[in-house]
């Protein structure tokens, strides 16, 4: 069991205006981020209704960003923390009590360049954390210096010559630090979003969503190739569980293996058909390298959709397993006793 | 210890009817020295615990080398443990040694500087050998070239004895000699007239299911004392009557193992969970550890991926609700001092302990300092105001973090508690305390709706604490400027100093919540010597002497660093000279000078080693000439 089965109560119905704090948003006007807090925003009664979540038990923590601005926008307990260590916090939060659902909003500078560290080891313990990563590829609240996922040779404020780095592919680091729900979707497909949002909420453990995410200023058009209407049919493709790898506008292309090697192919030739395409499998953390390495190569489609879900124990619920135990085997501890220690001796 | 009996050593005394003279001294110091496989610091701790179960007031110091498993009998392996013991109060593990046991020539050579001129030494006569010898890079063998005299040297064969005493039970040799701490341990209970039933005890337990070692140990054990009583080498044996302790239950406890033990029963008299949030860092990760061990009290111990995420995962918590607190060290309080603003703009409440060491960078790790003083003050960006603690014994380390977790969660407020490497590792009896001794704690986490704003004020100045999960109060909090009483973002000039102002203000005000200062010593006096941290212990052993002496000196301890005391001003306007001694360049002193336009006498030492008594009772003898 990968998903989450609360079974439905009883509870108050939300609606996406109960998810709105009321503060004026501060977003450029035409920022991807507008569409991912209306997402975020439409998804949420729906989650609640389902699941009998309670509006109270939702948190969003953020660290430093355009996209860390998002908890003020929310009508849930929020807490704007400080660069790139949102992830921390959220541990701290989630681990202190399980109860709450805690959402992390962070973007590509915030998670992957500052809060490196606090990332992967948040997907290592799979403490059931949902991080919203904004990859929009720049950084956009200090004026467009590279980023961390800034492609190489891009220029940039501070790289006029063009980027020397390779940027950070964010599925293949989950993927890497063994996260057991990895993700992509983008501002520009409010339906899919949504999806992917509720998929987050229903996973037991840590998540990760990349959505890909256009900043209108620094770094307008960085995804158009996938969301423009013209190009994206071609180089998109939507990855289902149990489903046949194809795409296209009238579903005409696919993609199988040669070995281990992702490979193009036209379902139309009288060569190929649906039957030889990859096939995917959500428990599979091979096939999802397999997928996150798409990005790659420019004759593959990029990959939206749920790389993989599979079920890891989660760090909090270990901890009170623990104590738990330890309760039961040592007793509740008892103070009096605990300041006498083991060897003590009277004065009289 | 004054001890005027000469002994030629190794001498033995054939005189059947030779009974040692029984002396009662006031004060006694031992050092157990040894190689770091010679296991001292049980042998320090077995003796530790039979002398204070008889009563009497203890300092303890262990001293072991920074090397994980230094090579056996070389100069850095050495592994020491000093118990001084005495009839009366005292503060410090002491200044000089009386008794020094020496299992090889290193340990006597790296310790021999401490030992008191007509000292003893006990030698393990069977490890001075060549090699020993060359490895402690000794020319000649210490103990016939005469360089030992004016000390009381005894050379017993400890390794073969012990060997001898085991000879019939077919151990592997190994084993067999790593009984001989045992042997050095059942001399010294002799010597001191102390029953070794406490430790025959200790040992049927920790071996329970090894039989053979309680054996092997026990015999060893006796054998050492029975050496004493029959080879008739000592002609003096001691004993030092009990201390007038207060009555009650004692037990042994090091600084660190105290704070663990202050930050959980802190969060059992509040009625929260605790949660640490740690990155093991030397001379603090004792703490983690033992919070660790405390998982039938609920404790939440999160061991976190480096000291940013230690205090992050410690903001988390605290904003969900627990007790919440990080344990650190120097350069991992420089890692934290970001979030450390974060807490105090978020105005949440959060103990950060910091075991100080020697700095800066990496420093001295395994050794004391008190230079983060400064760091704890002024650490962080922007006007960021914060309660300091510091803690002068292992007691105080107990009392201190429950009294930081009572101050972060009256005042939401981080918190800072400063300790240091030399209390964290030495112990001293702790008296444990009645719950109903310890203070109240109270809790009040906001749940009305009506009237609630993340930013308004209780009369302590204290914003409301709400938890997440409760039904009508959602807010934002965060590190930008909050809008007073609102507590949305706000830019505007006017409010961004009034909250500058507010939460300096906040801080300050505690100082009407916590105890005087405490005058000790002769308060009419010409000089008051001011200690803070662990050089508390050794001022207050060294002005104790010089009252002894008939000469009129004064101390103070300071505790609360920020804010300090309210009577801290009047009490040293009221005196001419005030001397602070510091392990540090002077950072009290500075605070003491700008804070309240009055000057001191700076004393200053950065070794790495806490100030001995007899240092600060020099310079006092030096100021009362002048």
């Avoid at chain 1, 770094?219 to 493709?237: P, S």
């Avoid at chain 2, 090579?71 to 503060?91: C, E, K, M, Q, W």
């Avoid at chain 2, 140990?217 to 080498?233: F, M, P, W």
């Avoid at chain 2, 008296?431 to 302590?460: A, C, H, M, W």
Wanted: some cysteine; glycine content about 8%; charged content about 25%.
């Amino acid at each position: 069991m990968t998903e989450n089965t609360n079974t439905p109560k009883t509870v108050p119905q939300y609606t996406a205006k109960d998810f709105a704090s009321g503060r004026d948003v501060r977003w450029c006007p035409g920022c991807g981020d507008y569409s991912v807090l209306a997402q975020i925003q439409r998804t949420f009664p729906q989650i609640l209704a389902e699941y009998g979540q309670v509006k109270e038990n939702i948190v969003f923590i953020s660290g430093i960003g355009c996209s860390s601005r998002l908890p003020y926008y929310m009508d849930t307990y929020g807490f704007h923390t400080i660069h790139g260590r949102a992830t921390a916090i959220a541990s701290g939060v989630k681990v202190a009590n399980p109860e709450l659902s805690v959402w992390v909003a962070t973007g590509d500078g915030d998670c992957l360049s500052i809060g490196g560290n606090h990332f992967i080891h948040l997907l290592r313990r799979n403490i059931d954390v949902n991080i919203l990563l904004f990859n929009n590829r720049i950084y956009g609240l200090t004026k467009g210096q590279a980023s961390p996922t800034s492609e190489h040779g891009k220029v940039t404020k501070s790289s006029p010559f063009g980027s020397i780095e390779y940027p950070v592919n964010p599925v293949s680091l989950a993927l890497g630090m063994e996260g057991s729900f990895i993700a992509r979707s983008m501002d520009k497909d409010p339906k899919h979003l949504q999806q992917m949002i509720l998929r987050c909420y229903q996973h037991y453990g840590t998540t990760l969503l990349e959505i890909l995410q256009n900043c209108v200023i620094f770094n307008d058009g960085a995804y158009n190739l996938y969301t423009n209407k013209e190009t994206r049919d071609e180089h998109v493709i939507y990855i289902e569980n149990e489903k046949p790898l194809v795409f296209g506008k009238n579903k005409e292309k696919g993609i199988k293996l040669d070995g281990w090697k992702p490979v193009l192919i036209d379902l139309n030739d009288g060569k190929h058909s649906i039957s030889d395409c990859l096939v995917h499998d959500e428990t599979s953390k091979d096939l999802a390298f397999i997928l996150s390495s798409f990005i790659d190569n420019p004759l593959l489609p990029l990959p939206l959709g749920v790389f993989l879900a599979r079920r890891r124990n989660r760090y909090e619920v270990e901890m009170e397993n623990q104590i738990e135990m330890a309760k039961e085997k040592y007793g509740a501890g008892k103070i009096e006793e605990l300041l006498k220690g083991s060897s003590s001796w009277e004065i009289k | 210890m004054e001890d005027n009996t000469k002994v030629n050593s190794g001498v033995k005394k054939n005189n059947a009817k030779f009974k040692p003279i029984l002396k009662t001294v006031q004060d006694v110091t031992i050092r157990f020295a040894g190689d770091s496989g010679d296991g001292m610091q049980l042998t320090g701790s077995q003796f530790t615990d039979t002398i204070a179960a008889t009563g009497h007031d203890i300092g303890i110091l262990p001293d072991f080398p920074a090397d994980i498993r230094a090579p056996a009998g070389s100069l850095y392996g050495v592994s020491g443990y000093t118990i001084r013991f005495s009839n009366h109060d005292i503060h410090t593990s002491g200044d000089s040694v009386d008794v020094l046991v020496a299992m090889n020539p290193a340990a006597l050579k790296v310790n021999l500087k401490d030992l008191k001129k007509n000292g003893i030494i006990i030698a393990n006569l069977d490890t001075f050998d060549r090699k020993n010898l060359d490895l402690a890079q000794y020319e000649k063998n210490p103990l016939e070239d005469g360089s030992l005299e004016g000390y009381n040297v005894y050379e017993i064969p400890i390794t073969r004895s012990t060997l001898e005493s085991l000879k019939d039970m077919n151990l592997p040799q190994k084993t067999a000699q790593k009984c001989k701490n045992f042997f050095a341990l059942g001399l010294l209970y002799w010597l001191y007239n102390k029953s070794y039933d406490f430790t025959l005890t200790w040992l049927r337990e920790k071996f329970k299911n090894q039989p053979e070692l309680i054996e092997a140990n026990s015999r060893v054990l006796k054998a050492g004392y029975y050496h004493g009583e029959i080879t008739e080498i000592f002609t003096t044996r001691f004993e030092v009557e009990p201390a007038k302790l207060k009555k009650g239950t004692y037990r042994n406890l090091n600084g660190n193992e105290a704070i663990a033990l202050g930050l959980t029963t802190a969060a059992a008299r509040a009625g929260l969970q605790l949660f640490v949030g740690s990155y093991p860092i030397t001379p603090a990760s004792e703490i983690m550890q033992t919070l660790a061990k405390y998982k039938h009290f609920g404790v939440k111990m999160f061991q976190a991926e480096d000291e940013i995420a230690g205090i992050c995962t410690a903001i988390g918590a605290s904003f969900a609700g627990c007790l919440a607190g990080t344990t650190t060290s120097g350069p991992g309080m420089a890692l934290k001092n970001e979030a450390i603003g974060l807490a105090v703009m978020a105005e949440l409440p959060l103990v950060v302990v910091n075991v100080q060491r020697g700095g800066p960078s990496t420093g001295l790790p395994t050794k004391t300092e008190q230079a983060d003083l400064f760091q704890a003050m002024f650490g962080r960006n922007g006007e960021s105001p914060v309660p300091v603690l510091a803690v002068s014994s292992p007691t105080d380390c107990f009392y201190l973090a429950i009294e930081a977790a009572r101050i972060a969660i009256k005042y939401m407020t981080p918190v800072i508690l400063l300790s240091d490497g030399f209390i964290a590792q030495g112990s001293e009896p702790f008296r444990v305390p009645k719950i109903s001794e310890l203070p109240e704690i109270k809790v009040i986490f906001q749940t009305r709706r009506d009237g609630f704003f993340p930013y308004s004020r209780s009369e302590n100045l204290a914003r409301p604490w709400v938890k997440p999960g409760t039904k009508g109060l959602e807010h934002r909090i965060g590190g930008l400027e909050k809008q007073n009483v609102s507590g949305n973002v706000s830019y505007e000039p006017e409010n961004h100093h009034y909250m500058v102002k507010l939460r300096e203000k906040k801080i300050k005000k505690i100082e009407t919540d916590i105890p005087e200062l405490k005058v000790e010593g002769v308060k009419d006096s010409e000089l008051l010597v001011l200690g803070w941290g662990s050089t508390g212990g050794a001022v207050a052993d060294a002005v104790e002497n010089h009252i002894l002496k008939g000469k009129k000196v004064a101390y103070a301890i300071l505790k609360y660093l920020n804010p300090m005391p309210k009577n801290t001003e009047r009490i040293l306007k009221s005196y001419p000279k005030i001397l602070v001694p510091e392990v540090n360049l002077g950072q009290l002193a500075k605070l003491i000078r700008c804070e309240f336009l009055i000057d001191v006498i700076q004393f200053n030492k950065v070794k790495g080693l806490p100030f001995k008594p007899s240092e600060i009772e020099a310079k006092i003898e030096e100021i009362l000439k002048v």
